[in-house]
């Protein structure tokens, strides 16, 4: 968006917005002051209500996507963004596609390390109500969240049954609210009660709203291939230390050694393909990504690991 009169006719572009996502379908923030979250209470539940806000000033996407993987392996932790988000190869998906073609057992090892890649989203919200933390009310912050949620957002934009009105949330004047409900269910956080309540307008003068909108965060940094993304040697490197002295392979190879076994790379050697040789691009894509006792359990690692 480049000036605030272009949001009063954005509502015309729900078509178009409602395309992009149907095409898109088809095919360490954790300390981060700008970022807000709904706390919960001793039994893990929490409720808010927020916002769902537009594109920042300057941008074209009212929130971004972007995978990863958080797992703990014998030598530590494995957190970092997954370099298919930006179309590079990612050593973690290599080696998840090299276990995953070895039938069940190499199957459930992945399930059991928990290595799969996990989707995300970040946008930006206006907290409405914050019955734990209510000096948060009015304030503008980054949200991110999983595909639970990003599914009900989408649903306004594309409905999925017949006859139900297509609209923006995010629209100052025409969107909708949203009730963030969060209840602890088999020891993971669900989100299946959130709702979209009555479309409604935010409340406030033009210039109140103008004040709301610039005050928003940019999105564009957390897909920064330079700032975001580490390179294919580091996160391979970084892979073996957090695996041990092996990455469970049947050979008990360190992964520099099974990737140089299987592909002819070292960790040294630069990496210029742009799709993952190790194994195929359908292969990888094939291997389910929510390998998780829950669609959101990237929520429940951020507090796991916080």
């Given at each position: 968006m480049k000036s605030f009169s272009d949001l009063r006719n954005?509502?015309?572009?729900?078509?178009?917005i409602?395309?992009?996502?149907?095409?898109?379908?088809?095919?360490?923030?954790?300390?981060?002051?700008?970022?807000?979250q709904a706390a919960l209470d001793k039994?893990?539940?929490?409720?808010?209500?927020?916002?769902?806000?537009p594109p920042p000033v300057d941008e074209q996407d009212s929130f971004i996507q972007y995978w990863s993987h958080g797992f703990k392996g014998p030598g530590g932790w494995f957190i970092e963004n997954c370099a298919t988000t930006i179309g590079l190869p990612c050593p973690v998906c290599e080696d998840n596609g090299v276990h995953w073609q070895q039938g069940e057992d190499g199957q459930k090892f992945v399930r059991e390390r928990g290595s799969k890649r996990k989707l995300n989203f970040v946008t930006n919200v206006l907290v409405l109500k914050d019955p734990a933390n209510p000096d948060n009310e009015g304030k503008v912050f980054l949200f991110k969240y999983g595909?639970?949620?990003?599914?009900?957002?989408?649903?306004?934009?594309?409905?999925?049954?017949?006859?139900?009105?297509?609209?923006?949330?995010?629209?100052f004047w025409a969107g909708a609210n949203f009730k963030l409900r969060i209840v602890k269910k088999d020891g993971?956080?669900?989100?299946?009660?959130?709702?979209?309540?009555?479309?409604?307008?935010?409340?406030?003068?033009?210039?109140e709203l103008e004040a709301i909108w610039k005050a928003q965060h940019s999105l564009k940094e957390f897909i920064d291939p330079e700032?975001?993304?580490k390179s294919y040697n580091d996160l391979t490197k970084q892979l073996s230390r957090a695996l041990g002295a092996s990455t469970g392979n049947l050979g008990g190879k360190t992964i520099e050694e099974s990737l140089q076994a299987i592909s002819g790379k070292t960790a040294d050697a630069p990496v210029t393909h742009k799709v993952a040789e190790l194994v195929s691009k359908e292969e990888?894509?094939?291997?389910?990504?929510?390998?998780?006792?829950?669609?959101?359990?990237?929520e429940s690692l951020r507090n796991l690991i916080k």
């Open positions: 954005q509502s015309a572009g729900v078509a178009s409602a395309k992009a996502l149907t095409d898109k379908s088809t095919k360490k923030n954790f300390d981060d002051a700008r970022f807000w039994a893990g539940n929490g409720q808010a209500l927020i916002r769902f806000l595909q639970k949620i990003q599914q009900k957002y989408e649903d306004a934009i594309v409905p999925p049954f017949e006859g139900d009105e297509a609209y923006l949330p995010y629209d993971f956080s669900n989100f299946d009660q959130s709702v979209f309540e009555g479309r409604t307008p935010v409340k406030g003068t033009d210039g700032k975001k993304f990888l894509e094939s291997i389910p990504d929510d390998l998780s006792a829950s669609a959101d359990s990237i």
